[in-house]
């Protein structure tokens, strides 16, 4: 069966400004304010809450950045679980998409370095989870993306074929993950690292969700 994965972040939702807000709220806590712009650190965001933390203690020019991110992990993800779908949404045209991929007989499902344990409640909160035949998050099997493990269980779990399959994506991860898988790629150009896709080579670029459908028959055109 033909196969799409998505990875979820900046790819199916716009995560950043809850993502942002719940790292923003540690540095609150700590009585340093908010270092990080729910705009201009967008990009940022997609790259995970360490990424986030990191760059507030870089701008607040802390003395022991690597211990104080590893410290505030935890309070993140607390912070982040309680309010994880206040400023989330799907990106326009995702649920059309997904919808009609799955009436034209495609498996679907997500591989995200989210841990599976907060992508299944946004996922269900979104209204969105049973478009989805499966989900593997970072924490799902001992290895995360780009290792192409996860990947090839999403396609697995889905009832997909991994020779038939292809990953969407917004990020150099899961350029290297469907590298790494022999699968093709394609990158959004809709987020805010828009600009950086081209430089990745993905086997194609994808600007709006109307545009699914046929790039992904020409990638794995029905036999």
């Given at each position: 069966?033909r ?28 009585g ?13 965001a ?16 802390h ?39 799955r ?11 989210k841990p ?41 779990r ?11 994506g ?39 969700y109307d ?13």
């Amino acid at each position: 069966m033909r196969t799409v994965i998505f990875d979820l972040d900046g790819t199916l939702a716009d995560t950043s400004g809850d993502l942002i807000a719940a790292a923003n709220a540690c540095f609150q806590a700590l009585g340093q304010g908010a270092p990080l712009d729910p705009v201009a650190d967008a990009a940022t965001a997609f790259l995970g809450g360490r990424a986030m933390l990191r760059l507030g203690f870089e701008r607040l020019g802390h003395d022991a950045v690597e211990e104080a991110v590893t410290a505030q992990f935890p309070l993140f993800l607390d912070h982040y679980a309680r309010d994880i779908d206040r400023r989330t949404r799907m990106y326009p045209g995702a649920v059309d998409a997904v919808t009609r991929l799955r009436a034209d007989g495609y498996a679907v499902g997500i591989c995200t370095n989210k841990p599976e344990g907060l992508a299944e409640p946004l996922l269900q909160r979104l209204g969105v989870r049973d478009l989805f035949q499966s989900l593997v998050g970072a924490d799902t099997l001992p290895v995360r993306k780009p290792d192409p493990a996860p990947y090839r269980a999403a396609v697995d779990r889905a009832g997909g074929n991994i020779a038939r399959s292809v990953l969407i994506g917004d990020s150099a991860t899961d350029r290297d993950t469907a590298r790494a898988a022999g699968v093709p790629c394609v990158l959004v150009t809709f987020g805010p690292a828009a600009d950086q896709m081209p430089g990745l080579e993905p086997e194609a670029l994808l600007p709006h969700y109307d545009d699914l459908a046929a790039l992904v028959e020409r990638l794995i055109p029905a036999v």
